[in-house]
């Protein structure tokens, strides 16, 4: 035991320590802050599972479920690198890969300028949480110049044989300047369990390189599931988030993208899928830093029985970033009448010459639509599917790697069946 | 084919349809006409079944079965089809795959097997050609963008491939030019069969010059004023709905 202490360089120990004050400072959020004013994690706070380490029986299962074939694939169960379940046997040339926890004993390159570094933990209570408890994770770090074909899987999962746990699972991606890869990150649990799974990813985009973020979430339906996604994008670089969501009894994104240099695009699409009294929310925001950057975000939700979503946007446009171009929309379907969504457009523009749109609509299914597709002869249930799969086409069609996608569609279909019943 | 008594049917607790008697026997073509208002596109929207239109009285046999008591997209895999007036826009849905399944749907339903995604490209190229229409449609959204005529096209294309039993053309005619009406004609007639019945609804005389009826029906505040041969249609061009509203206004006082 005190031999593993001794190997925790300080620079991680003041970092967890900064984690830890602050959140001891601010501890859970409530919903008097703006932030949070549509989303009670009280559940969360009251729950107080134990923190979880390590494999356990149904690990190995989980991950076979969800494996992509043909991919680089990094385990972290309950927050630790597990290399016995990853697939590390092909690894192509400029992609490295580091569990934390040795990366750090072993000073691995960019660690420590990069871990706890890309954002600043003060606005987010559950990353200050999470990086109180830094001690393992994965770091993927793709070479200047290298363009990794094979798709690079992170597959998080978190659970015990026991009671319910949480994690604070923790993910590093540094992309060098005219690197290209794509990392999907999935989140997974035994269905039914409950469990706490908070989870921190940052992403540093060098100098135009190109990063496509793939983010799956399926865990279990009783669940509580905090993310945060943080990515910096250097001059000329390209980021895309895609996130799909469709697990958790309580869910919170926070996707934090800084253009932080000329030239930079981004893309963040999602589409999220809840029922029962579940609820999704997701928060985003877009700090154009810098001239010439470009944003696209559109988000779209499907909501049934007494589900809850929560869709706020926010776009900064600081002074020195003319000539931006951001469009942001946001639509929900809302297939009860008992749904509900709170969508906010959160623009703050301070220089003068840019371009941002932004667009939000919340509707039904379009019954005359639904009318045509079954004077054609599909049943009401085929007909609605083909609608819902129209409606989250455009988020699905950007998943550009074709075993994910299948997997990811799957699911999706699987649940509307299981779960989005119809109004007669 | 379809026996039609006594139907009557509200929209928005407003009576359209006020008692139809209509039989339409196998192989035959009726037309329906009437000015606007007069409750043809309400019958034909009867007919298929859309939630809108309540039916408070009457009966619907078709093929022995009761019409009226089945959903909209057991109808249609019975082999009721119905053209469009208005052709919705789906945005993302492709039309050829839509098209696919509504066929598989009914195949399956017939006892047939389904077909692939090869045979069903044979099928359709086959019916593209017939009908003179371009491939450009298949993979666009269904009706999305389309113009006016392209959407009543492709509502033709689409029963052609679906090949139903009893078709009902809701003025598929309207807005159309005349080569887009030939289009529409020659497709219809390309399927005319003695297994095979329609009803076509229609404001104007034009369409029966290419599709040329075996009844023609008057239709006007809900009831069927006047029934005859072809030449029914055109004495109505000669001397318009005038001459059969006053007739139908008497009948109800």
């Known amino acids: 035991m005190e031999a593993v202490v001794q190997a925790v360089p300080a620079w991680l120990k003041e970092r967890r320590e900064r984690g830890a004050s602050r959140f001891a400072a601010v501890g859970f959020p409530t919903v008097r802050q703006e932030d949070w004013r549509f989303t009670s994690v009280s559940p969360i706070a009251e729950s107080a599972f134990p923190l979880a380490r390590g494999l356990f029986t149904r690990a190995r299962a989980l991950v076979e479920a969800v494996s992509v074939p043909g991919s680089v694939r990094l385990v972290v169960c309950n927050g630790e690198f597990l290399p016995e379940l990853s697939e590390l046997s092909t690894l192509p040339k400029g992609l490295k890969i580091a569990g934390l926890r040795d990366g750090a004993r072993d000073n691995a390159d960019g660690l420590e300028q990069r871990l706890a570094k890309t954002f600043d933990i003060d606005a987010h209570p559950f990353a200050a949480l999470n990086t109180s408890q830094l001690d393992d994770g994965v770091a993927v770090f793709i070479a200047r110049g290298a363009v990794i074909e094979t798709p690079i899987h992170i597959v998080t999962i978190t659970g015990s044989d026991a009671g319910a746990v949480t994690s604070h699972p923790r993910v590093l991606v540094v992309a060098g300047e005219h690197s290209q890869a794509r990392i999907a990150q999935t989140f997974v649990g035994e269905p039914g369990a409950r469990y706490f799974t908070n989870s921190v990813a940052e992403v540093v985009v060098g100098d135009s390189a190109v990063i496509d973020f793939y983010t799956d979430q399926r865990e279990s339906e009783n669940a509580f599931h905090v993310a945060n996604l943080q990515a910096t994008v250097a001059a000329k670089g390209v980021f895309s988030s895609h996130a799909f969501l469709t697990g958790a009894r309580i869910m919170r994104h926070d996707i934090g993208i800084a253009l932080n240099g000329e030239g930079a695009d981004c893309t963040m699409n999602g589409v999220y899928l809840a029922d029962g009294d579940r609820l999704m929310d997701t928060h985003t925001a877009l700090d154009h830093a810098m001239p010439h950057c470009t944003s696209h975000e559109l988000y779209k939700g499907i909501l049934g029985g007494k589900a809850r979503a929560v869709f706020n946007g926010r776009i900064i446009v600081r002074l020195d970033a003319q000539k931006t171009d951001a469009k942001q929309t946001n639509r929900a379907l809302l297939l009860s009448d008992e749904a509900t969504i709170n969508s906010n457009p959160q623009l703050e523009i301070f220089a003068d010459d840019v371009k941002c749109t932004h667009g939000a609509a919340v509707g039904q299914l379009d019954e005359e639509a639904m009318f045509y597709l079954m004077a054609r002869g599909l049943t009401r249930v085929e007909a609605r599917d083909m609608m819902l799969h129209a409606f989250a086409g455009e988020v699905l069609d950007g998943l550009t790697i074709p075993a994910l996608r299948e997997q990811i569609e799957s699911n999706f279909f699987a649940l509307l069946a299981r779960d989005v019943q119809l109004k007669s | 084919m379809l026996e039609v008594r006594n139907l009557k049917v509200r929209v928005d607790d407003k009576e359209i349809l006020r008692g139809v008697d209509l039989v339409v026997k196998a192989g035959e073509v009726h037309a329906m006409m009437g000015p606007n208002g007069s409750g043809k596109s309400t019958l034909a929207r009867a007919l298929a079944g859309h939630p809108g239109y309540e039916v408070t009285d009457g009966t619907a046999i078709y093929q022995g079965h009761d019409l009226l008591d089945m959903d909209p997209d057991e109808r249609a895999r019975e082999g009721v089809f119905m053209a469009f007036q208005y052709p919705v826009e789906i945005p993302g849905v492709n039309n050829a795959y839509f098209l696919k399944a509504a066929l598989n749907a009914r195949r399956k339903h017939q006892g047939l097997d389904e077909l692939d995604a090869m045979d069903f490209m044979k099928v ?43 078709a009902v053309l809701d003025e598929t005619d309207s807005g159309l030019d005349i080569d887009a009406l030939r289009v529409v004609a020659d497709g219809v007639n390309a399927m005319r069969s003695p297994e095979r019945s329609f009803v076509v609804v229609t404001h104007y005389q034009r369409l029966l010059n290419y599709i040329v009826p075996d009844y023609v029906h008057v239709l006007s505040d809900g009831r069927i004023v006047r029934s005859g041969g072809r030449e029914l249609a055109l004495e109505l061009e000669e001397k318009g709905y005038g001459w059969v509203e006053p007739a139908a206004a008497g009948a109800r006082k």
């Open chain 2, 124 to 166: 359709v190229k086959e019916k593209l050609k017939v009908l003179h229409i371009d491939d450009s449609m298949l993979q666009r959204s269904v009706n999305e963008g389309f113009s006016g005529g392209e959407k009543k096209r492709n509502e033709i294309f689409h029963m052609a491939v679906l090949e139903p039993t009893l």
